[in-house]
């Protein structure tokens, strides 16, 4: 096996480690462990700080490594490790799940070919490194983000406080509604300035699921979109009582004469069962009532964004005639549906052409 495979190269958003022989030196069960192998170090801060988000795929006791991890003061980097001797493809799609991430955006870095191996069989899609390629790691592109954002150095953060969600669901008695009007949430929406750019792009290409049409945007685009009078373009950000999520939505409008055309929503998948998806197209049928247009809204079907097309379906929007590869959809529901109780918005810095602010 080649030091990195020769797969079509994504966006890695999680890079899983072995740890014997791999993130530390030896085996612990054999006295080994006392030191992180050369450049491990260096490798998890930068990546950490990247927004690469980082755990663990191990064959040992958990009590014993998660104490070394702890010794060797890296611990902390790591969400949801997975560290017993079950099967390391299993628990590679323990960790997809747990993070809510698709098989095709983690990697796992392993000294052991027929792990690699396993792994590859189970998980095709998944990016495999030898062990030797440590020092190559934070030259290699699927792991190099064009732009280090706010966000990305927050990540960890925000994916572990959504660990903390998760608990309090788990535990919560009551309705699902109940749970979120408990959480606080807060939802602001706001018009894309300059330093919300990168962190926009940032959106765009690493949003999948809940994405409408799959389309990247190149900074320069999104640069002279944020300063076009005949478009809206607006990002929503997020935070509760566990914390701030950031910038989490996007959602961009052309103004064409008597129609309001949503070219791309994007929610990120962190907040998904926020339902926030749903909100923001709730929020357009809104902004296109008020401007008196109707409201149309291309969506181009990929192979994950299946719930977006849903949620489209569930707020009212039907299939209309079109041309191009994609989908028209025209929003044909019942007046302007209401925004969920249990989500406080704030949009007091969006003017539209007709407002008197």
């Known amino acids: 096996m080649s030091a990195v495979d020769q797969r079509e190269r994504r966006q890695v958003k999680c890079l899983v480690w072995d740890l ?6 030896g085996t612990l069960s054999e006295g080994g462990g006392q030191a992180l192998r050369p450049g491990v170090a260096e490798a998890l801060a930068e990546l950490d700080r990247r927004g690469v988000l980082l755990s663990v795929a191990s064959k040992n006791e958990p009590g014993p490594a998660m104490e070394n991890l702890a010794r060797l003061g890296v611990a902390d980097y790591f969400l949801c490790p997975q560290i017993s001797w079950d099967d390391k493809g299993a628990a590679m799609g323990r960790i997809a799940q747990l993070l809510n991430l698709k098989p095709e955006a983690l ?28 020092d190559k790691l934070l030259s290699l592109p699927e792991l190099t983000p064009r732009f280090v954002t706010e966000t990305s150095a927050r990540r960890r953060a925000m994916y572990q406080a959504d660990l903390r969600r998760r608990e309090a669901k788990a535990e919560f008695v009551g309705t699902d509604e109940g749970f979120l009007e408990s959480l606080g949430i807060q939802v602001t929406v706001a018009p894309v300035t300059e330093e919300d750019l990168q962190r926009v792009e940032e959106l765009t290409v690493r949003t999948h699921q809940l994405n409408s049409t799959g389309y990247t945007y190149s900074y320069e685009e999104l640069a002279a979109l944020a300063q076009d009078p005949g478009h809206l373009f607006l990002v929503c950000s997020l935070r509760d009582k566990y914390g ?50 109707r409201l149309v809204a291309d ?9 977006m097309y849903i949620t489209y379906k569930f707020v009212g929007f039907e299939e209309a005639e079109g041309e191009g590869p994609g989908l028209l959809l025209e929003y044909r529901g019942d007046g302007a549906p209401a925004l969920p109780g249990y989500l406080s918005w704030d949009d007091s810095a969006v003017s539209l052409p007709t407002d008197k602010k």
């Open 20 to 25: 014997d022989n791999t993130l530390w030196e």
């Open 107 to 134: 990697a796992l870095i392993d000294d052991s070919p027929f792990e690699r191996d396993a792994v590859a069989h189970l998980w095709p899609q998944m990016t495999l490194y030898p062990h030797t390629a440590v």
């Open 244 to 293: 701030d999520s950031g910038k989490v939505g996007l959602l961009l409008a052309g103004l064409e004469g008597d129609v309001m055309r949503l070219k791309l929503l994007i929610v990120s998948c962190r907040v998904m069962s926020y339902g926030v998806g749903g909100a923001l197209l709730n929020y357009a049928v809104r902004l296109a009532a008020r401007l008196g247009k």
């Open 299 to 307: 969506f181009l079907p990929t192979e994950h964004n299946r719930v």
